[in-house]
């Protein structure tokens, strides 16, 4: 009886701080989409208002005492409700060891950060952000020493992000990049390239739009809980799993803008919409991880929104929008030109292999500067002879090197391999699909991806935080998270865009 | 030095509260415009929330001692400051006067209401509104009570939205209203009918749009600090001074829809823009009545929006905007056009002299209620046969009649005299503007209004609460309210257009 009231609490309070975490959701995806120019300063503060308040909320004395009284403590709840009590506890728990004196610090020297760095952006000089970079990497190192780790201190960081993931696990898995993709993909650059000049062509805006929703449905987003608007940063945002909402962007001269922002965030929106409602606040109604988020987002832009069979169903839809840009392109040319390999200084606009060269970079970077062994007065030196080592290719300005991200002037240090999880997760797990799903290639290419939909919703989306990344990978696949499915993905796809 | 501090204190929880409130806006704005269906649920809770968080830090103890310590206490504080305190001083001793049961309490009663009204509204049939109704009417009278009033329990309910107004003073008014209006507006009826018909042809959508936006920036919306959306029942919402967005709506068939909704909110986010910034949070920041806010919007609707001086300038850009609507139109005639009085049985359609039995009506039923002088059940009865006394007109049905508002079922008793005491301040603030003002209607005339907003900036705007509308008018026009005023621009404006 009692549990089952203090259940109760530790509902009630979580859905508060869900209600107020939403609500500066809405806030800043105004800010982004709607708010006029004069707004920014008091909205600014309204959003830092509604953050202290969510603070408050997730980390009160009572919070964490109806907590430790719930925790471990199995005799009214059921598993489910013990597993939320254990990642609320941990939660909790990190949160206490970052003291209120510690937060304000860290949030004045990133913003500061922030601020510098769009200043070094604008002038196009790494020498403009050197100081406040210093100071973000001092205190991030700080932060991994109050927050503890076992190996790494890049552990205490990435765990935020990526629960339970080390640095060791992702050498690992970069070790493997390097040893087989590397070459891979400098065997690509050294064939003929693939023609995609017909995505280059003039495409009005408006007629974008209309096939970027198109798209968005077909993928099963659902427009009854969610919309979607323009934003120069294509992003999603949830609400509520009834309100999940992407944005994209567009540019009139290169069709790859919209359609892959689209697909992109599409993919992270099905996620959140297929996180159960009815545990609205509570661990298991959340996302359980980036890399898995990411998982979803690649999965459908990349694995399904990038293969053949899809573009054979979608193609002559896609033709009736554009008749004068795609009427004369076969199908199999556009396959080919969407899958352009081309190696590229801008992390965002590369192709699926090349991208994990960018991640690869960032994350030595990250550790070396976590371990002292690389100054950041010698970040740029490092980044542009990685560029050429990994890459081939001279970094010719600031802006198109070192200063493109704007993740470690947020303080996000051991973030970016989430994104390079997320594509060999999501290889994984449209391996896996497929031995699931009879036919399922043969149902995207007769148009209908519903069922991989459902198989993504029923393994993935409706656990939440129920199970940790690690644990819903090994439910699912049956094994540890394996570089190789995306290795053999990445082999067969390209050896025949390429023919080798 | 204490006193100082204090006063900090206190400035610093009404702009959290005010980050609270403008969250508030910001998520119920958003519900409206740009909302999809299923987020309904989850943003009506998310709402409730932000206002639970809001009260707790108006009502918090923390705060009534801050301002018992700093009310009455002029060691420190200039005259502003102390004005701001005995203004949340009395808020909050209102506020207290209430408990939080009772709140709870009505805050059911009105949403039942609601829920009902909407079923009524649906079958067209008052009884399936009359058992909430009394329910409301009663939760009211205890309002009232709880509240306390010296001369009629309409005082207390009407002092929420019109400060220091009374029934009493009200009576006065309509009194006039009756004894001048009813008389002079049966005469017009009279009269020949003014033609209107090209108004009422084809205006497409987007070019109603476009002239909307022009008409706002030309009467002084700043759009860096604002926006215009589309919105079922167009409205002004506040999420600082630097962000007041008004919603319009649009009928292609009829052209008065769109222009007087954006003329009209236009107004009240001309005041809302107006408010000192600097000031955010404060009483001082803050519209001081609802009567006066509806003098902003009228002003510029009525006063300004349907002269002729107005359309002098503008005619031209609009002609340019509807050639083939008003092409052939000239300007007197749609200046007579746009204000055409008819006698109709809808208060939001009513034209600028109706539009006051409209409201008589309301308040004579209202205070009828609360006296106990008239029971729900008689009410539809009641209701018609004063709009056969006032308007000649029989009512027929409950939708045209009785059920056309929303505002009793949400609890709002009290609030309708505030839109004809908005009529009667803007009279008389415009001819206080037009002596104030060398050539005011010549500038107007030549496409200029920018005198007046200064003007109305200077003697209204600026000083948000600092004067109660009772002072500001005496300030501005050194009289108090004066029916007159209103009477003296109705007789001599639509004996012109009637040829009387």
Redesign the interface.
Known sequence: MKQTKLYKEYSDTL??YA??E??IA??SW?KEV??????N???T??IA??SG?AHEIATSERFGDVLEELHGNDKELDKEALKNVQLSHNDYQRGKKLSHEFVVRRSTVCSNAYHQWLKAREANDFNLFKDTLEEVVKIKREEAELVGYEGHPYDALLDEYEANYTAAMLDTLFTDVKAKLVDFVREIRGQEQVNDAFLLKHFPKQAQWDYSVDILKKIGY??????QDWSPHPFTTT??P??VRVTTRVSENDFNSLLWSSIHEGGHALYEQGLP?EK?GLPSSRYTSLGIHESQSRLWENNVGRSLPFWKAQYSNLQQHFPTQFGNVPVEQFYKGINKVQSSFIRTESDELHYHFHILIRYELEKALLEDNLQVADLEDAWNEKYKAYLDIDVPSANQGILQDVHWAYGSIGYFPTYSLGSFYAAQFYHQATKDIDGLEAQIQAGDSSKLLTWLQQNIHQYGRTYSALELCERTTAEALNFDYFYKYAVEKYSGIYGL
């Open positions: 859905r508060k209600d107020v939403h609500s809405v806030l105004d709607n708010m006029p120019p004069d707004g300063a008091f909205r503060q309204q208002t509604l308040i659902n427009f009854k809980a969610g919309r609400f509520s009834q309100d409602a609205y």
